[in-house]
């Protein structure tokens, strides 16, 4: 079977299991011929199990208006408001701390970005989720500041 041509290529983020055709999910893919209703109620499906969770998500749409699309695991900055239990990060994060997680967290939240980020190992991963939680205002147990 010959592989059908790609109209476009774009990326939304949408709560999992809960998005809904409207703004600014429903124009985004309207205005790449994308059917709302009918990539709602996939996408919802799929990703249920996330239950409100932001998630990034790579819509391909076909010159025919059909269309796939490959979920992504949530943002690293919402894995790090969630295993901080903060709403948001700091204004000035060099100088108001919003939170704190532990080693532990930050690994677990590195092993679930691993096929996403560019890190050979796992250590890179940690290194990667750390500057992102420090730009954040949120502090590491058991890593000294440098």
Same mark, same amino acid.
């Given at each position: 079977?010959?592989?059908?041509p790609?109209?476009?290529?774009?990326?939304?983020?949408?709560?999992?299991?809960?998005a809904?055709?409207? !703004?600014?999910?429903?124009?985004?893919?309207?205005?790449?011929g994308?059917?709302?209703?009918?990539?709602?109620?996939?996408?919802?499906?799929?990703?249920?199990?996330?239950?409100?969770?932001?998630?990034?998500?790579?819509?391909?749409?076909?010159? *025919?208006?059909?269309?796939d699309f490959?979920v992504?695991? @949530? !943002?690293?900055?919402?894995?790090?408001? *969630?295993?901080?239990?903060?709403?948001?990060?700091?204004?000035?994060?060099?100088?108001?701390?919003?939170?704190?997680?532990?080693?532990?967290?930050?690994? *677990?939240?590195?092993?679930?970005?691993?096929?996403?980020? @560019?890190?050979?190992?796992?250590?890179?991963?940690?290194?990667?989720i750390?500057?992102?939680?420090?730009?954040?205002?949120?502090?590491?147990?058991?890593?000294?500041?440098?």
């Amino acid at each position: 079977m010959a592989k059908k041509p790609i109209a476009s290529q774009f990326k939304i983020q949408a709560p999992g299991g809960s998005a809904t055709p409207a !703004p600014p999910i429903g124009p985004a893919l309207g205005a790449h011929g994308v059917n709302p209703g009918q990539f709602i109620q996939q996408f919802n499906e799929r990703t249920r199990p996330l239950n409100g969770k932001v998630v990034g998500c790579i819509i391909t749409v076909y010159a *025919d208006r059909s269309f796939d699309f490959e979920v992504k695991s @949530p !943002p690293a900055a919402v894995l790090i408001k *969630d295993a901080a239990g903060i709403e948001k990060g700091s204004g000035v994060p060099n100088k108001e701390k919003v939170g704190t997680i532990t080693q532990q967290q930050l690994e *677990d939240i590195a092993k679930e970005k691993m096929k996403e980020l @560019p890190s050979h190992t796992l250590e890179a991963a940690m290194a990667t989720i750390a500057g992102t939680a420090r730009s954040m205002g949120v502090t590491i147990k058991g890593m000294e500041e440098a």
